[in-house]
């Protein structure tokens, strides 16, 4: 589902927040029209909205789940790898 150009996460997705020149990485829990409830690999959640918060989804559930089994910089690196090699497939 899209919110405006946004796509709504599902639950499990991997997220990758901006803010203030930090990153960090979590799992979405619950995502609506309005926000994603995210539970953070610090051990921390909170709530993200579509129209301030930046984010993006680096990996879909069953990608994602391999973040519990290694570094969650290994799956960001290999997310972004794939992401890659999808958008030079298309073009």
Known sequence: MHVGHAKIPSKGDL???HQT???RLGYVW???QLQVLVKW?????????????NFSILATDEHA???DKRSAQEVVTES?????????VAA
């Open 15 to 17: 997220i990758e927040q």
């Open 21 to 23: 020149g930090v990153t």
């Open 30 to 32: 619950y995502a609506d």
């Open 41 to 53: 690999h610090d051990g921390k959640s909170s709530s993200l909205r579509f129209d301030r918060d």
């Open 65 to 67: 789940q391999s973040w």
């Open 80 to 88: 972004r790898a794939t992401a890659s090699e999808l958008a030079r």
